[in-house]
T-cell receptor, first 114, second 114 residues
Framework: GESVGLHLPTLSVQEGDNSIINCAYS??????FIWYKQESGKGPQFIID?????DKRQGQRVTVLLNKTVKHLSLQIAATQPGDSAVYFC?????????????FGTGTRLLVSP | ETGVTQTPRHLVMGMTNKKSLKCEQH?????MYWYKQSAKKPLELMFV???????ENNSVPSRFSPECPNSSHLFLHLHTLQPEDSALYLC?????????????FGSGTRLTVV
């Protein structure tokens, strides 16, 4: 079936480095993607989203890139900080019978060392 | 706080027990969701409610029984669970069924079945 998945389970970086978290999706008809951050003991929190008519979208210290040709999504975090340590999920909105639902990937754990 | 509150935060129950998880949202949203988050697996959608009416039951075993008495409250009643049901149970809400991009998650209930 259609799926959203992540390449790497854990990414370790030094404070101040840039981080890149990748995601692959298989449904070429997908037109909306969201990145979530989940800190320990909390639920997922919205970071940034992108529609399929865009290749790039920037937020505060975060950038999402979408490559529809290879069905690949990435989240770039600039000047990574210890507070960025968390699990990051990409999610895809899929149409179901009468409603939209979020389909999540397995997640990548980002570890930031000082 | 995200506006979605889940209680209890932690729950340990025996396989013969009956317990309930509670979710309350103060955002004026009309749709509410239960997700299961297991280790190393993607978030799994369990139930979807819109205006207190269930619109999705994602092949969830009958030992999980949801209840939505009003648009602000959602419960998950548990009985005769199995150890493999141990997981983080997340509640989320959105403005409506066509607003999946506006999901707000609670912090979850960490359930351990012994």
């Amino acid at each position: 079936g259609e799926s959203v998945g992540l390449h790497l389970p854990t990414l370790s970086v030094q404070e101040g480095d840039n981080s890149i978290i990748n995601c692959a999706y298989s449904n070429s008809a997908s037109d909306y993607f969201i990145w979530y951050k989940q800190e320990s003991g909390k639920g997922p929190q919205f970071i940034i989203d992108i529609r399929s008519n865009m290749d790039k979208r920037q937020g505060q210290r975060v950038t999402v890139l979408l490559n529809k040709t290879v069905k690949h999504l990435s989240l770039q975090i600039a000047a990574t900080q210890p507070g960025d340590s968390a699990v990051y999920f990409c999610a895809e909105i899929q149409m179901n019978t009468g409603f939209q639902k979020l389909v999540f990937g397995t997640g990548t754990r980002l570890l930031v060392s000082p | 706080e995200t506006g979605v509150t889940q209680t209890p935060r932690h729950l340990v129950m025996g396989m013969t027990n009956k317990k309930s998880l509670k979710c309350e949202q103060h955002l004026g949203h009309n749709a509410m969701y239960w997700y299961k988050q297991s280790a190393k697996k993607p978030l799994e959608l369990m139930f979807v409610y819109s205006l207190e009416e269930r619109v999705e039951n994602n092949s969830v075993p009958s030992r999980f029984s949801p209840e939505c008495p009003n648009s602000s409250h959602l419960f998950l009643h548990l009985h005769t669970l199995q150890p493999e049901d141990s997981a983080l149970y997340l509640c989320a809400s959105s403005q409506g069924l066509q607003r999946a991009y506006g999901y707000t998650f609670g912090s979850g209930t960490r359930l351990t079945v012994v």
